[in-house]
């Protein structure tokens, strides 16, 4: 998978998965996400790579994602979910820097 696909912003997915109706496949997939225009090139990269589906709701899809970048780059999607909830992740990092810096 092309480098552009380590730097996208969770809630491309969400936009690229807005208004689609369940269940969906792999092509009517992409034409949503191209018909919004202004999505994220990485975003339909990896949603070219995904199976043709069928999907049953946006969590087969985030899993289908999941699942390419786990084999394509070796690490999880980047979850809508945690775009969502910023202060989740922003809590854990300053939780790790406040340990690194009373551990020096």
Request: charged content about 25%.
């Amino acid at each position: 998978m092309t480098n552009n696909t380590t730097n996208i912003d969770p809630r491309d997915f969400n936009r690229a998965f807005e208004g689609i109706d369940y269940p969906t496949s792999k092509d009517a997939v992409l034409r949503s996400a191209a018909d919004k225009g202004g999505i994220n090139g990485g975003v339909q990269t990896v949603l070219e790579a995904i199976p043709d589906g069928p999907y049953e709701s946006e969590a087969d899809l985030m899993r289908a994602v999941d699942e390419v970048y786990v084999e394509t780059e070796g690490f999880m999607a980047p979850t809508p979910a945690a775009a969502a909830n910023p202060a989740t992740t922003d809590t854990a990092a300053a939780g790790a820097e406040t340990e690194d810096h009373s551990a020096a």
